[in-house]
């Protein structure tokens, strides 16, 4: 058995917390042999565990405590602590994991809902499970999402070489904002989602540069975000938006316009990987 999660990009600009979705890059989990004991393997550094401490397994393992050990591999080729869902891809194949080793018959609802609760909110890992874009809410403990179409867009990620951790980004916002500028950055939420279901990427792609509720107060951590946008404004992009907490960028751009912007992002000088993605339309998968 093989588990596929895709990456996510939570945000997308004013859905902070709550809009989502997802690339097409993926963690692999593939269920080796019977074990004595829980081993992961992999080669994805030092630091992430490879026994029953591992987060994949610690996730599964709260959910289906009785699961028999397995010896586990673990692939990926999305980046970690770059603001595309690195950690959340971990939870939801973890939970995926418990759901078929313990005949679990979790529906998609119940998966988001379980994800949530470890990750604090929705909006990375609700698209993970269903893939394409995702609008959630979990307040009061109640999760609520709908799952729609992302118009056809090319993406472009423009991914920096150092890592910016979730704390620090966390740590930049404010505790609260006024009712004045609540009320202002909602509506443009509001209206940026509105774009979405309807296909409308420029008007969609104008109101990502306007959110409220955190590029502002990231933008010390993160300036290469206002040299992206400016960049993509005058190659004729939908718009640029912060991926996730950063320090990754994301442009929404015509497909006949991508190919020049890809040039100029990788002729910047800040050490970067520049990336052409897609959209994943099928959430997790096991094969």
């Not at 600009?13 to 992999?42: K, M």
């Not at 993970?128 to 709908?146: H, K, R, T």
């Not at 990754?248 to 993605?277: C, N, W």
Request: charged share 20%; proline share 7%; net charge negative.
């Amino acid at each position: 058995m093989k588990i596929r999660v895709p990456a996510t990009s939570a945000n997308l600009g004013p859905g902070f917390d709550s809009c989502g979705v997802a690339l097409d890059r993926y963690l692999f989990v593939e269920v080796i042999e019977d074990s004595e004991t829980w081993l992961v393997s992999h080669e994805l550094g030092a630091d992430i565990p490879k026994d029953e401490k591992n987060l994949l397994v610690a996730t599964a393992l709260q959910l289906a405590p009785e699961l028999a050990p397995k010896h586990l591999k673990m692939t990926s080729d999305i980046p970690v602590t770059r603001g595309l869902g690195s950690s959340s891809s971990v939870i939801v194949a973890g939970i995926e994991l418990a759901n078929r080793l313990g005949n679990l018959n979790l529906s998609d609802a119940q998966k988001i809902a379980y994800a949530t609760k470890l990750e604090g909110h929705p909006d990375n890992v609700a698209p993970a499970v269903c893939g394409d874009l995702v609008i959630a809410s979990a307040v009061d403990e109640q999760v609520d999402y709908v799952r729609h179409y992302f118009p056809p867009c090319d993406i472009i990620a423009f991914i920096p070489d150092a890592p910016l951790s979730t704390e620090k980004a966390r740590g930049a916002l404010p505790s609260q904002l006024s009712f004045k500028e609540a009320v202002a950055a909602s509506s443009v939420a509001n209206v940026m989602v509105a774009a979405l279901v309807t296909g409308n990427l420029p008007a969609a792609g104008k109101l990502m540069e306007k959110d409220r509720f955190h590029e502002n107060y990231r933008g010390p951590l993160v300036p290469h975000l206002q040299v992206i946008r400016e960049l993509a404004h005058e190659e004729g992009a939908y718009g640029c938006f912060l991926s996730g907490a950063g320090p990754t960028v994301l442009i929404l751009s015509p497909e006949d316009r991508s190919k020049k912007i890809l040039q100029l992002l990788k002729a910047l000088e800040q050490p970067a990987k520049v990336e052409l993605m897609n959209v994943d339309r099928e959430g997790v998968q096991v094969f």
